[in-house]
C-alpha cells in the first residue's frame, strides 16, 4: 500500500513537472490544451515531452535509487507511468477539456508512452546495475537517448495549421448553445443590448472554462470561507450561490458598470466594464477573445454588435 502510494505521488510529480515543461516550451512548438493558444505545433516536440517523459523520469529515478544502494525500490516502478496517464485523463475530463482534446492522439501518445516505459523497465531498470553515466563509455545508447530527447525539447521545427481552431470553436459554440438554453431569459431579464450580451455570454462561456461543474461544486462546499466567488459566473458573495443566482447577480453587475460607462467610445466602454468585472489585464484579453470567436465564428447574431465595437 506504502509503495503504491508512492507510486501515485511520484506521477503526480511527473505531471506537473510535465505541465511545467509544456509551459515554457510554447515557444518551441508545444500545443498545450487550452481554449485559447494555437502555436505552430512542432509533431517531434509534442511526441517526446507527451510519449516518452514517462521513460525518461523513470530512468532518473532508477539512477538515484541505485546509486543511493535502494535498489529494491526500482521494482515496480513501471506502475508510474500508468498511474502518470491515467491522471491525466481524469484531469482532462474533471477540468472539461474532453472537447478540446485529440483523443485519437492522446490514445496514441498513452499506448507508445506506456511500451517505452515497459521496454525501459525490463532492459535497463530490472537489471541489477548502475544506470549512471558512465564516462568510459560516454556513448552508450541509453544517455544518447536521454540526450535525443532534450534535443527535441528544444527543436524548432514546426508544422502549422491542425484541427485545434476547429476543436476551439466548436468548444465555445457548444457553451453558448448551453448557456442560451439554461441562462438565456435570466440574461434577457438584465440586458436588452446586445452588444453587452455578447460581453456577458462570453464571460459565461470563459468563467465556465476556468471553473467547471466539478470545481464550482468544491467551492460552493467551501462553507468557512466568509466571502467567495462562486457559481459559473464567478460572482462575489457572502453565501455560495448556484449557476442561476450567479447568473442574474453577474448580469446586474455588468448592466450597472455599462450604463455608468455609457459617455465612453464603445470599445473603451467595452473593456471598462470588463474590466469593472474582473481587473486582472489577463482576463480582459482573453474574454476579447471569446467575443471574437463567439461572434465570428459561433453565433452570427452577434458579429453586428462585435463589430460596432470598433466605431464611435
Not at 211 to 234: A, D, V, Y
Not at 273 to 293: A, C, F, P, W
Request: glycine share 4%; proline share 4%.
Amino acid at each position: 500500500m506504502a509503495l503504491t502510494a508512492a507510486h501515485i505521488a511520484l506521477a503526480l510529480i511527473l505531471f506537473q513537472l510535465v505541465n511545467w515543461i509544456g509551459e515554457h516550451a510554447t515557444d518551441f512548438g508545444y500545443a498545450s490544451t487550452t481554449l485559447f493558444e494555437e502555436p505552430n505545433e512542432s509533431l517531434a516536440l509534442n511526441f517526446f515531452i507527451r510519449a516518452l517523459a514517462p521513460a525518461v523520469f523513470m530512468v532518473a529515478l532508477s539512477a538515484a535509487t541505485v546509486a543511493a544502494g535502494y535498489a529494491d525500490l526500482r521494482v515496480g516502478i513501471y506502475w508510474i507511468a500508468i498511474y502518470y496517464y491515467a491522471l491525466r485523463a481524469i484531469y482532462i475530463l474533471v477540468m472539461n477539456m474532453q472537447r478540446l482534446v485529440s483523443w485519437p492522439r492522446f490514445v496514441f501518445h498513452s499506448a507508445v508512452g506506456l511500451g517505452a516505459a515497459w521496454l525501459t523497465y525490463q532492459s535497463l531498470i530490472l537489471p541489477n546495475r548502475s544506470l549512471l553515466p558512465n564516462l568510459d563509455a560516454a556513448g552508450n545508447e541509453l544517455w544518447l537517448a536521454i540526450f535525443a530527447f532534450l534535443y527535441a525539447a528544444a527543436n524548432k521545427v514546426t508544422v502549422s495549421g491542425g484541427p485545434g481552431d476547429r476543436r476551439r470553436n466548436a468548444f465555445i459554440q457548444r457553451s453558448y448553445n448551453s448557456a442560451e438554453r439554461l441562462y438565456g431569459a435570466l440574461i434577457n431579464e438584465s440586458i436588452s443590448e446586445e452588444k453587452l450580451k455578447l460581453i456577458a455570454y462570453s464571460i459565461l462561456i470563459y468563467e465556465d472554462y476556468c471553473r467547471p461543474p466539478s470545481m464550482r461544486t468544491i467551492e460552493r462546499l467551501c462553507f468557512w470561507r466568509q466571502k467567495r466567488t462562486t457559481g459559473i459566473m464567478q460572482v462575489a458573495s457572502s453565501k455560495a450561490l448556484t449557476d442561476e443566482e450567479s447568473v442574474k447577480l453577474g448580469t446586474e453587475k455588468l448592466s450597472d458598470s455599462w450604463r455608468y460607462h455609457f459617455e465612453e467610445p464603445n470599445y473603451m466602454r467595452v473593456q471598462l466594464t470588463i474590466g469593472d468585472y474582473n481587473k486582472d489585464s489577463k482576463y480582459l484579453s482573453r474574454v476579447l477573445e471569446v467575443m471574437e470567436i463567439l461572434a465570428k465564428r459561433a453565433e452570427p447574431r452577434f458579429r453586428p454588435a462585435y463589430n460596432s465595437m470598433w466605431s464611435d
